[in-house]
């Protein structure tokens, strides 16, 4: 069983000014349920509008980069938080998420209950702005995506772990995608354990396109807003992408 004393929430940014600000409510508001204390830090990457000044107004520890990869906008983010928050890694919890994503009230405590269990590293799970789909490409997604507490899926919008396991898989690597996938991976090789859950979904952008070709925006243009009439292809676990856990 793992008391947590702390959690460190990591936000990477890409000239989010748009969107940040209720991304931040909505980590507040999870943050105003959770029984410890909650450090916010947004890594606004390259960006060429104000989204550092919108974190800062948001009330979040700001770090600015300029790697243009999520990878290192992710890393830098809980180092920030980690340096801000100290104490024992093994009782401080990183929970992750996105600029263009809505945490739910409850994501905090669903990450915490997890922990309190002895899980160090908690797969969460996201889904696509109800109000940025049409009807059938909602039942397509949720076809593909069906909400089961023992997903396969890993998405960076909705990951938790412990400082402990984190530094010991070696943090996130300075890569433009799959740096989510990679730290699941280090953490499983080093003994962690890992758990996914559909609780506390994150609502995240429904975008089409992203950053990078390849990423979450990739899967949704190619999985789920292709015509309705084409057949559907399945699931996709977590050997290939695109899909929807990147």
């Known amino acids: 069983m793992t008391r947590i004393e702390q959690v460190v929430v990591a936000v990477p940014a ?72 100290g104490g024992d890694p093994r009782r401080v919890w990183i929970a992750n998420t996105d600029a263009d994503s809505l945490v739910p009230p409850d994501w905090l405590t669903v990450h915490l209950d997890f922990a309190a269990r002895g899980v160090a590293l908690l797969r969460g799970s996201v889904r696509p702005d109800r109000r940025e789909l049409a009807a059938e490409h909602l039942r397509r997604w949720l076809a593909l995506n069906p909400p089961e507490e023992a997903h396969p899926h890993v998405h960076g919008a909705n990951l938790g772990l412990t400082a402990a396991a984190y530094r010991a898989a070696g943090g996130f690597c300075d890569v433009p995608l799959q740096e989510d996938v990679r730290l699941v991976r280090a953490v499983e090789a080093a003994g962690g354990a890992t758990a996914s859950t559909a609780r506390a979904p994150v609502t995240t952008s429904a975008r089409s396109v992203g950053r990078l070709e390849g990423g979450f925006a990739t899967y949704l243009r190619d999985q789920v807003l292709q015509p309705a009439a084409e057949p559907l292809r399945g699931r996709r676990a977590r050997t290939g992408a695109p899909d929807p856990s990147l």
Do not use: H, K
């Not at 000044?53 to 890393?75: S, W």
């Open 14 to 85: 890409r000239d989010e000014e748009a969107r940040l600000p209720a991304a931040l409510a909505a980590i507040r508001v999870a943050a105003s349920t959770c029984p410890v204390p909650v450090t916010v830090v947004v890594a606004a990457d390259a960006c060429s509008d104000a989204t550092a000044d919108v974190a800062r107004a948001g009330g979040a520890l700001v770090v600015e980069t300029a790697a243009a990869r999520v990878g290192t906008a992710r890393a830098s983010a809980v180092s920030a938080g980690l340096a801000a928050a």
